[in-house]
């Protein structure tokens, strides 16, 4: 059985048919306002209920009460307000109207306006966060956004975003059927932003190990400099799957959204989509969704317990290493051996490697990943 939408109801906000056209038609004649990426590709994923119950960006009511209490007015647990930021000239303009939304000058959904707000990014920042440096990445993103204001309402979409990478791309409404068909009652799903390295396969496997399936589902959009671009990660994934895991055992589709390194309560907010992707448990690993040392290595699994209501079961992996004692790829809790047998992989060294063209050593990545890599060259780094 795959798992009940978050708040019950796995949302659809997609006009299809000739309730789309009509859409397009009615949209173009209405104010518009243009988004860059990350704000586009959030109206499709709440249109397609990756953040069910939400129908639309957040009202005031439930905007502050995530801040306040990480749930939403209906008591139902979220941790990462999913606003809309504009000019307050756009906001006062905007009020109890229809707007369309566009993205690369397309029109492509309406957003009905019910409520303008004015918004402090630091309590934003702060609550989310629980930092204020403007060196961590999600808090300088937050920061950085311009409106003055949010506005909220609900969502409807008429015209889908591009995706370069098509076939890798399935909605919760999707990912449910095909979770059904595979005959899976339990689903791990995998939340990673990149490239596979021998630690990563061996968190993945395992969950796999209890479970039926694995869905493996990576974000790919906004991030930070030095991290794997969106392809690197596709085609090393591609390689790990096609070459380590078993046929049938695995679903591998990208979701479109940002980062926000917010750690403990980006991990909930992680678990959150994948509920409603139908998973039924959620791999949480080392310092999970972290940056820097903002987060203490196991906070995220700290977190959980904040919300015995989730309804998806996290399962807490610890970081595997190679132990040269016992000649396994381990972790602390079934390795008996001091660190100086234990050797890390280090992401830092592999990158380095493969930027020269080289395979990292065996334990570290599968080969099949590292020539993915390197024969993407630099277009594996951002
Ligand atoms: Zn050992």
């Given at each position: 059985?795959?798992s ?49 119950p939400?129908e639309?960006?957040?009202t ?23 606003v ?17 939304l566009?993205?690369?000058g ?54 889908e ?14 990912t ?45 959009g906004?991030k ?27 679903v ?35 310092d ?29 992996l ?35 490697m ?12 599968r080969?099949?990943v ?5 024969a ?7």
């Amino acid at each position: 059985m795959v798992s009940a939408p978050h708040g019950g109801r796995l949302i659809d906000r997609v006009a299809r048919g000739p309730r789309a056209e009509r859409l397009a038609e009615e949209a173009s004649s209405m104010p518009t306002i243009d988004l860059n990426a990350n704000m586009a590709y959030e109206v499709a994923n709440l249109a397609h209920g990756v953040y069910s119950p939400l129908e639309g960006f957040m009202t005031q009511d439930d905007y502050e009460s995530v801040l306040r209490s990480s749930r939403l007015v209906n008591d139902v647990p979220w941790t990462i307000p999913i606003v809309l930021d504009v000019s307050e000239q756009v906001a006062k303009q905007a009020l109890n109207n229809d707007v369309a939304l566009s993205y690369q000058g397309v029109r492509f959904a309406v957003l009905n306006v019910e409520d303008a707000y004015r918004w402090d990014r630091r309590a934003f920042a702060e609550r989310v966060y629980g930092v204020l440096d403007p060196e961590h990445p999600g808090v300088s993103a937050t920061m950085a956004r311009q409106g003055e204001f949010l506005i909220g309402g609900r969502v409807e979409l008429f015209r889908e975003l591009p995706e370069p990478f098509e076939r890798y791309r399935l909605w919760p409404k999707e990912t449910r059927v095909l979770f059904e068909q595979l005959g899976w009652r339990t689903i791990a799903a995998f939340q990673t932003r990149n490239a596979p390295h021998l630690g990563h396969e061996f968190v993945i496997k395992s969950a796999l190990t209890f479970t039926d399936g694995v869905f493996v589902n990576p974000l790919v959009g906004w991030k930070k400099k030095g991290d794997f671009t969106d392809e690197a990660i596709v085609r090393s994934y591609e390689a790990l799957l096609t070459h380590y895991f078993p046929k049938g055992s695995y679903v591998f589709s990208v979701l479109r959204a940002p980062m926000y390194y917010a750690g403990p309560k980006e991990a909930i907010h992680h678990a959150i989509m994948r509920k409603n992707f139908g998973a039924t448990h959620f791999i949480v690993g080392r310092d999970h969704a972290g940056v820097g040392r903002y987060y203490g290595p196991y906070d995220a699994w700290k977190a959980f317990e904040e919300f015995p209501d989730l309804g998806v079961t996290p399962l807490f992996l610890r970081e595997f290493f190679y132990c040269t004692k016992c000649k396994a790829v381990v972790n602390e809790k079934i390795c008996p051996h001091d660190d100086s047998a234990r050797v890390r992989i280090s992401g830092t060294e592999m990158r380095r490697m493969i930027t020269q063209g080289q395979r990292p050593p065996d334990y570290m990545m599968r080969p099949e990943v590292a020539d993915a890599l390197i024969a993407m060259g630099e277009r594996a780094f951002i």
